[in-house]
């Protein structure tokens, strides 16, 4: 594509320019050009506006002769004559002191009158918005280094604020990342970009992503949103709603994949100031504001699928900012830039840390990165402290804004109260590769400054600071130089949190996801004390269940909806290889440590083997629980799209058993066979091997659930610390049953595989289902490279025999 922007000419129409033109307006402002003329076919509105070029700046700083006061201050500074922080005063007040060439003042306010009158107002209100010539890059980001100025109304007030803008060039923050990328100080100019307001303080707005951030997953959008101004998401200084959608479901119009919609707390907005120096101020949200999600279905698919459209279009992924006014509803696209971390990311290696100490646990919240590091806590508060930090410390603050990249490039770890997974601390921490939790709440009063702590980043999404220096490895895997097996390696998953950070194994699906790990993790809610809420009556527990399903109507719908979502995020990464979901395999005492579990559950002397599995399904006390797990299952397959979901029915004592289980689920809408749906059937019981030939008329295959079958084939307690030498998969007696199993499914006709611990412990164990013909194989993902490995080793061995 051929520049627009000539060197002569200093303003310039957003639509007029393209990614060409970086040079001459900047990344930012090339960006808003490029989606403006280039993407108008595909529905994505980008609001109007214009954009001073770098030649502006040039004249700008020639005209008033600041360049040898530039060149001269920066000298010093690195000479070690004078601070950063004077360095950049001294720059900053030579621009603020200048004027505008006469040339340049009037084409700026003739483009302002200009979008002024295509409003209808002779004064539109703007937004100025800093765009540096070398920002945005695909090997750098200086988002959030210049300033913005919001809500700016009068060609007076626009000149001021360019002159402002052009002085962010020299801000601290600025000059610190200039000078850690290598970017020559006199050789960046910046660009001024002009757009009108989109009231979104009336409404709301948001960051949004092409790529999962934190793992890399590249076929996720993650969406952020928050009442009022953008400012608040981007600063940190809000927990805001966070949405994720699947993109390669988004071309279906009968499915609605959104597999993550999490109601942030939302304590404040930034809105318009109604007078005085200050053009906004940020106030308290309503209850109602902080319990709603901020929106629609439809409008979450409509940024993904213009998330996917600028992706599509720049061919990388994109790290984006919307707003929708709240006059009249409009979804607008303010900014796309490059998204500089993960798009670098090898696909095919990766290290995987492991805590190999445990500790106590003083603080969770989100994890940024998937790394772990240890240090002493600095407890810094406010940024004009910032220089006690100590080098390699752990930072711990409220929140951060771009004042604080000088000390997080030097912090071993960073710790905040504050912030979400898209705020300025988890975008600045990503790029400098360092470890951190955000949003813990309370992290800077209870830390101490200058204790030993430990932050954990390799759990998913879920992060943990931990007391005292825990010791930890790291491994380095090149996924490229694993071999291939015959025997489908699967991977076993318990938390929708931890999936995406193993997406990039090669596994062919997932041979187990627990049901009972997204109910106790997620939901915390017995099932039947949302099919009987009035049954609860203790003022604590009805307390929190108010809680936890505030904005749902129908409490039913609470479990319904973060059931579905909770497995959809487990199945998006393995699509569309199979995903086997586990129905709920609590017993009675787990069941019952749920909130409001206490009524509904009865004590049993040994729940190992009482009131679990099957026999719950179509029994009175739980049928109707029951019915919430099914339509969570068909909500997955047919309303979100992933029909690679199966099913696998869990402890199911009696082939008559599976009659009245399969019976009650074809009652609640899933039909064996229907739309292509498979039923499994843990096999884990003596009696599901002895007559695995009756079993297998009611099942479409087998997993072998070693853990379970081994307990009652030695009849050991598995949970017995004084039985532990006894309890071994690799008995014979145990290996017998496996034997027979395999035997028996391949007679019948059909595939059996294996999600049990064994093949993750003891590669004997792997070695010998190889030779027993199994056809699959689930593992613990961080066993997964090398087990894979023996796998590969004992089919090499098993081929070398028969020849």
Known sequence: MTSTASADVYVVWLQDVGMADVPSVGGKNASLGE???????????????????????????????????????????????????????????????????????????????????????????????????????????????????????????????????????????????????????????????????????????????SIDTESGFPRSVVISAAWGLGETVVQGSINPDKYQVFKPLLATPRFVPIIEKTVGSKERKMVYSRGGHARTRTIDTTDLERESIVLSDDEILTLARWAVSVEEHYGRPMDMEWAKDGETGELFMVQARPETVQAQRSETTFSVYHLRESGRRLLSGAAIGEAIAHGDACVVLDAQDIDKFRDGAILVTRMTDPDWVPVMKRAAGIVTDHGGPTSHAAIVSRELGVPAVVGTGKGTSVLRDGSSITISCAGGEDGGVYEGTLAFEVEEVDLGALPETSTAVMVNIASPAAAFQWWRLPAAGVGLARMEFIINNLIRIHPMALVHPEAVTDPDEKAQIKQLTRGYENVREYFVDVLSRGIAKIAAPYYPAPVIVRLSDFKSNEYAHLIGGGFFETPEENPMLGFRGSSRYYDERYREGFALECLAIKRVREQLGFANVLVMVPFCRTPREAELVIEVMAENGLVRGKEGLLIYMMCEIPSNVILASEFAEHFDGFSIGSNDLTQLVLGVDRDSEHLAQLFDERDEAVTWMISRAIEKAHAAGIKIGICGQGPSDHEDFAEFLVKQGIDSISLNPDTFLRTVQVIAAAEKSQTEVKK
């Open 35 to 209: 989606l403006t003329r280039s993407l108008i076919g595909s529905g994505v509105r980008v609001p109007d506006g214009f954009a001073t070029t770098a030649a502006a700046y040039r004249a700008f700083i020639a005209a008033n002769g600041i360049e040898p006061g530039i060149r001269d201050t920066v000298s010093r500074y690195h000479a070690g004559e004078s601070t950063l922080r004077e360095a950049g005063e001294t720059i900053r007040a030579l621009i603020l002191d200048g004027e505008f060439p006469a040339d340049i003042a009037a084409d700026l306010a003739g483009r302002y009158r200009a979008l002024s009158s295509r409003t209808g107002r002779p004064s539109a209100s703007v937004a100025v918005r800093s765009s540096a010539t070398a920002e945005d890059l695909p090997d750098a980001s200086f988002a959030g280094q210049q300033e913005t100025y919001l809500n700016i109304s009068g060609e007076r007030e626009l000149l001021e604020a360019c002159r402002r803008c052009f002085a962010s060039l020299f801000t601290d923050r600025a000059i610190s990342y200039r000078e850690m990328k290598g970017f020559d100080h006199v050789g960046v100019a910046l660009s001024v970009g002009v757009q009108l307001m989109v009231r979104s303080d009336l409404g709301a707005s948001g960051v949004m992503f």
